[in-house]
């Protein structure tokens, strides 16, 4: 989604934040974790991060389906240095 639209969100809804960052990176987690919680105790966490490149099962390309596991599931998962959720 372009940044506009979570700007847009963001004025919309008054004490929402967005936060832009890579996934499956752990400092970039933890430190928009720290970010956030630094504004209050946080209520409600929206993950939405993703990726996807289309293939078929004849022509499987293992690498690409690697990258939509780290960032459309172990990014969620991204926990810093293995301890609780950095957004919890």
Do not use: I
């Not at 630094?38 to 022509?59: F, K, M, N, R």
């Amino acid at each position: 989604m372009a940044k506009r639209h979570w700007t847009q969100f963001t004025q919309a809804h008054p004490g929402s934040f967005s936060v832009a960052l890579d996934s499956t990176d752990a400092k970039a987690v933890q430190a928009a974790a720290d970010r956030l919680r630094a504004q209050g105790p946080l209520h409600l966490v929206c993950y939405c991060a993703g990726t996807y490149e289309s293939q078929s099962a004849a022509d499987f390309d293992l690498a690409a389906m690697l990258r939509h596991d780290d960032v459309n599931y172990r990014g969620a998962l991204q926990r810093a240095g293995g301890g609780a959720c950095p957004l919890c």
